[in-house]
């Protein structure tokens, strides 16, 4: 019975149906049936249910920036962060102190005498980074006449090398360095020099340091 059908009704139907096709391979669409000609289809979300909305424009707006160039602060801030990544509360493995590191007798030559307090307090360490670069300017006043813009060892000496390298290994080992042309080159616990610090901090303005010769801080 099921076989009969298949003869009888759906094999003539799809032989008609693939004729139909081979004769009209496209059907044609009347686009008036689809014209939305009479239909108002203009309206406007309200903001409360509106997805995105306007921002207000910002072009006249401040931006922040983070460059400094070779500023003072761009050279207190570079030096930082070789020295502790600008973190004002750390303490290497030698036990130095801070943002920049200070030593304790450093600190006491400065007017520091409690370390715990100078550790926890920001802005007595930017206060002691001022007067101690003050007081290398001034013990080292006459090398930087003598030395700044001539080349020692490949590196051209400047007056803001010579503060950094200062700050690392203090003003006398910076005069061993240059009145040695060189030769006697001082190296920290950790293997940085003299040399080093005189190359990758150059050419900052340091012309705000003042020399003093007892340059202590004010608590």
Known sequence: MNTKIVSNVIIPFAVCLLIALAI???????PEQYSTDGIDLKFDAPKKIAMVEKKEETKDQPVFTPYLGK???????ALAFKESQGNYFTVNTFGYLGKYQFGK???KM?????????LNTPELQE????ANAKRNKWILRKDIKR?????IGGVKITESGILAAAHL???GSVKKYLRSYGANNFADGYGTTVRYYLKRFSGYDTSFIT???RAKVSI
């Open 147 to 151: 030395f700044v813009g001539k080349k």
């Open 169 to 171: 290994a203090g003003a």
């Open 71 to 77: 500023s003072f602060e761009a050279f207190k801030e």
């Open 127 to 130: 206060k002691a980074f001022i």
């Open 105 to 107: 007798e450093t600190l």
């Open 110 to 118: 400065i007017g520091i005498y409690n370390p715990t307090y100078f």
């Open 24 to 30: 009209y391979p496209t059907t044609i669409l009347n």
């Open 211 to 213: 020399p003093e010769k």
